[in-house]
């Protein structure tokens, strides 16, 4: 069963509530307001830091509840106390980076390859590097760095990408390196839209490493990209690698296409066991819900009603309101004046 990074931390936190974190730069961080035992596991792993745990004093910064515990943060002034350097007080504990990277899983890998990175239009190649950095902050919600790997990706990527992603773990490699990366037992996927075979939450929580494709063709269409990609990926491995679309009732269309929304849809299926098609439609922007209500009104001849009861259940998962332009654009795909 995969399980997301600040478990493990919780396991070691057993019988442990308060937690001592002494650097108030922790509290700013996005992460550490959506989750800061996630944000506390990513920041010891990549700054190798240790956390004071037990019975100290300090300011109350943030109480989370996970399940049936309660850990409390606290802070102070100061830095986070480093790995070698222990205060007095015998009755404090720490955890340090080096006993959680023990429990750090070694799958799930996600693999963009950025092969096809020069056949894209300028513009797109800066999306490209945008999408990634966005990708590897929701990677960091569930997992760590080291489980993204961006393969045969060019320099110019590779300064572009560091540059606003900031301090980062991530492996680059090319496919000669890959394959010392990959084991025998591993079974391999790449998400491809024009791909035959469609992809369910089964394949992809038992898919212990998924290839994206680092390709934003929004300029400058790029034909059967994917396809050259793990085509010649799985020459150069000597496996077989599957391609797989995911769609929503059968709609391929409605699917976001953006690497680091596509990241939160898989993500949000592996490790918060949703159904695809809810972690789909949370995270569809207005032009994939009108080409998605759009094309099922052609593909199923819907009524007035039954488009209602569809815009119900977006709505019920979204939990906000269609507005009233994205209906009137999903109508007019439908070939419908209203």
């Known amino acids: 069963m995969v399980k997301a990074l600040w478990t493990y931390l919780a396991s070691l936190l057993e019988g442990y509530g308060i937690i001592y974190v002494s650097d108030k730069r922790f509290y700013r961080l996005k992460l550490s307001r959506y989750n800061p035992l996630q944000a506390l596991a990513i920041d010891m792993l990549l700054h190798k830091k240790c956390i004071g745990i037990g019975s100290m004093s ?197 699917v976001p296409h953006r690497i680091n929304i596509l990241g939160e849809i898989i993500l949000d299926t592996i490790f918060n066991k949703k159904s695809l098609k809810r972690s789909i439609m949370e995270h569809m922007s207005n032009r994939d819900i009108a080409w998605y209500i759009g094309l099922k009104i052609i593909k199923e001849k819907l009524d007035h009603d039954k488009v209602k009861e569809i815009v119900r259940e977006i709505e019920e998962y979204r939990k906000s309101k269609i507005k009233d332009h994205v209906l009137r654009r999903a109508y007019r795909i439908a070939g419908i004046k209203i």
């Open 58 to 254: 300090g300011s109350i910064y943030r109480v989370f509840r996970a399940g049936d515990k309660e850990y409390i943060f606290l802070g102070g002034s100061g830095d986070i106390i480093s790995e070698l350097v222990y205060p007095v007080n015998k009755n404090n504990k720490f955890i340090c980076w080096g006993d959680l990277s023990k429990f750090l899983p070694k799958r799930p890998l996600f693999i963009v390859d950025n092969s096809l990175y020069h056949e894209l239009h300028p513009k797109d190649q800066n999306r490209l590097v945008y999408q990634l950095n966005l990708f590897l902050k929701v990677l960091r919600r569930y997992i760590f760095d080291t489980h993204l790997i961006m393969n045969n990706s060019p320099i110019e990527l590779y300064e572009k990408f560091n540059s606003i992603a900031g301090y980062n773990m991530v492996r680059w490699t090319n496919t000669k390196d890959l394959v010392n990366l990959l084991d025998k037992g591993d079974r391999i996927i790449a998400l491809d839209p024009y791909a035959e075979n469609i992809a369910d939450e089964n394949i992809l929580r038992n898919s212990t490493t998924i290839i994206i494709g680092g390709i934003v063709d929004r300029e400058k269409p790029i034909k059967l990209a994917t396809k050259r990609m793990v085509d010649a990926l799985s020459k150069k491995l000597g496996i077989e690698i599957t391609r797989y679309r995911l769609e929503i009732d059968g709609i391929r269309e409605a």
